[in-house]
């Protein structure tokens, strides 16, 4: 099972990452949810920025609906920042 959840932001007629969360082994940078625990990427101008440690080493479903609920929690947080940093707001 692999899975990505990600949040993105309309920018200059563009969809840029704001945070992403996933789960992919067997991909270069991929995360490993039984192995390091879920993460999310937290992006900026394009880029990711850091990767932040969100829940211990768990199996790969139950990790999804965690990182499900943790974008739902902290939305407002995250496009808050976003467009913070990028000086945007949508109308």
Do not use: C
């Amino acid at each position: 099972m692999r899975f990505v959840v990600q949040l993105e932001y309309w920018v200059d007629e563009d969809w840029w990452e704001v945070v992403r969360y996933d789960h992919d082994p067997d991909r270069i940078h991929g995360h490993d949810v039984t192995a390091d625990g879920l993460h999310v990427d937290v992006y900026r101008i394009g880029e990711k920025s850091w990767t932040e440690y969100v829940a211990p080493p768990m199996p790969p479903g139950i990790a999804l609906d965690r990182a499900e609920d943790h974008l739902s929690n902290n939305l407002e947080t995250f496009i808050s920042r976003f467009e913070r940093w990028h000086e945007s707001r949508n109308p």
